[in-house]
């Protein structure tokens, strides 16, 4: 069957449906990156670490454990998760394996952050 377009209304702006997809299909990239974000950020566990970790640039599972009063393998989740969504990456120090923001991401999660940061921006 061919790709038709059907409509129940009287008269579709069948010009404005294709530029809407042709907008959709060259946003998509950046559509699918902003919905990854969202994705994992959506996690009320995940987004306090994601913000803790913005917060103080850096810090280790042990860290994240004591502040949010989780076990560390929790964290470790989580921290697997968000860095294999391409929104962390690590460095190890020694024994010690630091995570930080990907700075490739800062510009989707910056919002997220601000949103935390100035509540009255949500209402």
Same mark, same amino acid.
Request: some cysteine; charged content about 25%; glycine content about 4%.
């Given at each position: 069957?061919? +790709? !038709?377009?059907?409509?129940?209304r009287?008269?579709? +702006?069948?010009?404005?449906?294709?530029?809407? /997809?042709?907008? $959709? *299909?060259?946003?998509? %990239?950046?559509? &699918? +990156?902003? &919905? %990854? =974000?969202?994705?994992?950020?959506?996690?009320?566990? !995940? #987004? /306090?670490?994601?913000?803790?970790?913005?917060? @103080? !640039? @850096?810090?280790?599972?042990c860290?994240?454990? +004591? %502040? #949010?009063?989780? &076990?560390?393998?929790?964290?470790?989740?989580? $921290?697997? /998760? $968000? /860095?294999?969504?391409?929104?962390?990456? *690590?460095? !190890?120090?020694?024994?010690?394996? #630091?995570?930080?923001?990907?700075? @490739?991401?800062?510009? %989707?999660?910056?919002?997220?952050? =601000? #949103?935390?940061?100035?509540?009255?921006?949500v209402?």
């Amino acid at each position: 069957m061919k +790709d !038709r377009i059907t409509c129940i209304r009287d008269a579709a +702006d069948v010009d404005q449906i294709y530029a809407c /997809k042709s907008v $959709l *299909k060259e946003k998509e %990239i950046q559509i &699918s +990156d902003v &919905s %990854i =974000a969202l994705t994992l950020a959506g996690n009320e566990a !995940r #987004l /306090k670490i994601l913000y803790l970790i913005q917060k @103080e !640039r @850096e810090l280790c599972v042990c860290d994240l454990s +004591d %502040i #949010l009063g989780i &076990s560390v393998p929790a964290v470790s989740q989580h $921290l697997r /998760k $968000l /860095k294999d969504g391409g929104l962390l990456q *690590k460095k !190890r120090l020694g024994q010690t394996i #630091l995570y930080s923001i990907n700075t @490739e991401k800062l510009h %989707i999660l910056g919002h997220l952050f =601000a #949103l935390i940061e100035e509540p009255q921006l949500v209402s």
